[in-house]
């Protein structure tokens, strides 16, 4: 089993940035893949970013230029920072986690919203 633990969300003005922590704990040896999903209201869970052991990254093309996924496998720990936030950015996030076995786990989410 894996535990997550995020922080960092909030409220942000358009154009801002915050930025997203994941902290993992148990079993991280079967840790591979980190990253982030989010779901706003009334829509399906979408990839924003992930990152594997080794460092290779994927983005979703909405956040590409603007968000950057980082991982430091030594703490265990995975973030996301968020530029030039937009109001369409508003969302839960979750981090997510997959391990060797092909298991997910996810964390409990935070709330990111982007209002003037």
């Known amino acids: 089993q894996v535990q997550l633990v995020e922080s960092g969300g909030g409220l942000v003005q358009p154009g801002g940035s915050l930025r997203l922590s994941c902290a993992a704990s148990?079993?991280?040896?079967?840790?591979?893949?980190m990253g982030w999903y989010r779901q706003a209201p009334g829509k399906q869970r979408e990839l924003v970013a992930v990152?594997?052991?080794?460092?290779?990254?994927n983005y979703a093309d909405s956040v590409k230029g603007r968000f950057t996924i980082s991982r430091d496998n030594a703490k265990n720990t995975a973030s996301l920072q968020m530029n030039s936030l937009k109001p369409e950015d508003t969302a839960v996030y979750y981090c997510?986690?997959?391990?060797?076995?092909?298991?997910?786990?996810w964390g409990q989410g935070t709330q990111v919203t982007v209002s003037s």
């Open positions: 997510y986690v997959l391990t060797t076995g092909y298991s997910t786990f």
């Open positions: 148990g079993t991280i040896y079967s840790i591979n893949t």
């Open positions: 990152i594997s052991t080794r460092g290779n990254t």
